[in-house]
C-alpha cells in the first residue's frame, strides 16, 4: 500500500531549513531508504512562491501566495511503500517534523498521512482508464 506522509505548514519567505533540520530529515530519508519503503520525498518552497487555480461557478481564478493559513499548506511530503495503515503512522511519527519549531513558539508541526488511491482501487474505472492510470504511477 502505498501513503503519502505531508508535511504541513509554510516557512516565511526565503527562509531556508537549519542545518539541524535538514540533518535530521537525511536521517529520517536513510532510515526510510534501508527499510524499503521510500519511493519518492520532496520539499516546497514556501507559498510566497506558489499561486492557485480557482475552479468556481464556470470560471478559474488565480490566486498568488503567499497564503495565510500555514497550518493547512503542504512543505513537503513523503511517498511510501508500506504493509499497512498502522506501518505508515509509525513511520510518520518518526519524521522529525519538530525540528521546524523555534524554541518557545507557538506552532504545531503536523504530518498527514493519506493512502493513495490505486487505479484498481476505484470501481467506476474501465481498462483503458486503468492502463493509462499505471503508466503514471511511481514504483509500478
Not at 501513503?3 to 529520517?28: R, S
Not at 519511493?39 to 499561486?51: I, P, T
Not at 498502522?86 to 498521512?113: F, L, M, Q, S, T
Request: one cysteine or more.
Amino acid at each position: 500500500m502505498r501513503f503519502m506522509l505531508m508535511l504541513k505548514g509554510d516557512p516565511p519567505p526565503g527562509a531556508m531549513p537549519p542545518p539541524d533540520l535538514v540533518q535530521a530529515m537525511h536521517e529520517y530519508d536513510v532510515a526510510l531508504e534501508k527499510a524499503g519503503v521510500l519511493l519518492a520525498a520532496e520539499g516546497l518552497y514556501d507559498s510566497s512562491q506558489g499561486a492557485r487555480v480557482i475552479y468556481a461557478r464556470g470560471s478559474r481564478t488565480v490566486v498568488d501566495g503567499p497564503f495565510t493559513e500555514a497550518k493547512e499548506l503542504v512543505a513537503g511530503f513523503y511517498l511510501i511503500d508500506v504493509k499497512s495503515p498502522e506501518e505508515a503512522i509509525e513511520w510518520a511519527r518518526r519524521c522529525p517534523v519538530d525540528r521546524a519549531i523555534p524554541p518557545g513558539a507557538d506552532w504545531e508541526a503536523v504530518v498527514e498521512v493519506r493512502r493513495v488511491a490505486e487505479p484498481i482501487d476505484i470501481p467506476t474505472i474501465n481498462e483503458e482508464q486503468r492502463a493509462q492510470a499505471e503508466k503514471y504511477h511511481l514504483g509500478r
